[in-house]
Nanobody, 121 residues
């Protein structure tokens, strides 16, 4: 059974930094693209950043220059370094991954449980 477990959320002052981690565990044959999404209260979930297996990265315009996504394939982990945080970055941050569990044809998309990030003004 595959699990994505996020960590690193918390409360930070505006202008501060946080680093989120998401580790995939369980039966893993291969991991493709990994991404971070966020969802603020009353809002839809939105893509923050995505990293392919290449790795090629893509960022939402609202985090360009402030957030950096990276991955450690040996640890099946994706990171999100968040700098210059703003109150509007407050949200639950979710990890997402395309992952093959038991073999090359066993691809599915997985979500973590989310980690709260709160930025105080």
């Amino acid at each position: 059974q595959v699990q994505l477990v996020e960590s690193g959320g918390g409360l930070v002052q505006a202008g501060g930094s946080l680093r989120l981690s998401c580790a995939a565990s369980g039966s893993i044959f291969s991991i493709g693209a990994m991404a971070w999404y966020r969802q603020a209260p009353g809002e839809q979930r939105e893509l923050v950043a995505r990293i392919s297996k290449g790795p090629k990265t893509n960022y939402a315009d609202f985090v360009k220059g402030r957030f950096t996504i990276s991955r450690d394939s040996g640890k099946n982990t994706v990171y999100l370094q968040m700098n210059s945080l703003k109150p509007e970055d407050t949200a639950v941050y979710y990890c997402n991954a395309d992952l093959a569990g038991r073999g090359i044809f066993d691809w599915s998309n997985y979500w973590g449980q989310g980690t709260q990030v709160t930025v105080a003004s």
